[in-house]
């Protein structure tokens, strides 16, 4: 087996980014509600919380709206824009190993998307029903209300206000009825597979702060964290760092990876021949010249939704 992120990785999309474009076309509410996420998880470090619960914080708004799974899976259709040779890459791998996708995305999207490209393995990702969400009319007239006031707010007001949002009896209750897969559940997650299939090398792929903790993990357990176009975050917890735009790249590292069992010089050649892909063992690399060109590379194949966190 191999672990890896399906946002960033193999698909360029943004599924909770795209939801609130289709639903609220409001890009710097959605940019708010990622830096709360940033802030209580990395700063704040708020008992409970994991990174990547922006999924959970979002979905009271899209409750509001309305949205039908049937309107979830059209979204997700529509939206879908997968890393160049992704689908190429994904059977190359299979022919030898089963994917575990573990993501932050909601369930409904990560079932679409992953079979448009042929994914044959395990799929955990956010699961919520907007179906069966009960709202009441005075909360959804102030939910949609909300959208260009937190849209607007910044720093200390901003976090202020969606610390006394989310406080509310009803709103609480529809987010903690969200079982999301944060950066602590990706982590679990691992680790189970890693205990019930005695694993002892675990790969795991993953480009942001949702990732971290699953690349902990991982590395205790004597295995390897590569990060694909990775942020600031994915970096200072991966030992392999490819900034590449092909998915071939992905699978050239986690085939010689888990043929050999260890990282070795033999990793620079992994990729020889494949287009604008460079890799580095960032215990023997500069952090910051890595970072500048992931982050690069990053925002030039993702756009905004590489700026995140």
């Not at 689908?87 to 079932?111: C, D, F, G, H, N």
Request: hydrophobic share 45%; glycine share 6%; net charge negative.
């Amino acid at each position: 087996m191999f672990f890896t992120d399906w946002e960033g990785p193999w698909i360029l999309t943004d599924f909770a980014l795209e939801l609130t474009m289709a639903v609220f076309n409001n890009e710097r509410f959605f940019r708010n509600l990622s830096l709360y996420d940033d802030y209580l998880a990395y700063e704040v470090k708020k008992e409970g919380y994991e990174a990547g619960y922006t999924v959970k914080l979002l979905v009271p708004f899209i409750a509001a709206a309305d949205i039908t799974e049937a309107r979830l899976a059209n979204i997700a259709e529509l939206t879908a824009k997968f890393v160049p040779d992704a689908s190429e890459a994904m059977r190359r791998l299979q022919k030898m190993w089963k994917p575990v996708v573990i993501s932050t995305s909601y369930r409904q999207y990560l079932e679409e998307t992953a079979s448009m490209i042929g994914v044959e393995g395990y799929l955990h990702g956010t699961d919520v029903s907007f179906d069966r969400i009960k709202i009441s009319s005075e909360l959804r007239s102030y939910l949609i209300s909300t959208v260009d006031k937190i849209a607007g707010l910044k720093g200390e007001e901003l976090f202020r206000f969606l610390d006394d949002l989310f406080s509310t009896p009803e709103i609480e209750e529809i987010v903690s009825s969200v079982r999301a897969v944060g950066a602590g559940e990706k982590a679990e997650i691992l680790r189970c597979y890693c205990e019930e299939y005695s694993i002892e090398f675990p790969v795991a792929i993953g480009d942001s702060i949702s990732d971290y903790k699953m690349f902990e993990v991982a590395r205790k357990l004597g295995g390897v964290a590569v990060a694909f176009n990775g942020n600031e975050y994915a970096l200072k917890h991966a030992d392999i760092a490819i900034v590449s735009s092909t998915a071939m790249s992905e699978a050239a590292v986690v085939e010689l990876l888990l043929r050999r069992g260890m990282v070795d010089s033999a990793i620079h050649s992994a990729c020889a021949g494949l287009r604008e892909t460079e890799i580095y063992i960032m215990s023997d690399s500069d952090y910051r010249e890595v970072l500048e060109k992931s982050k690069r590379m990053r925002v030039r194949l993702r756009g905004f939704a590489g700026e995140l966190g």
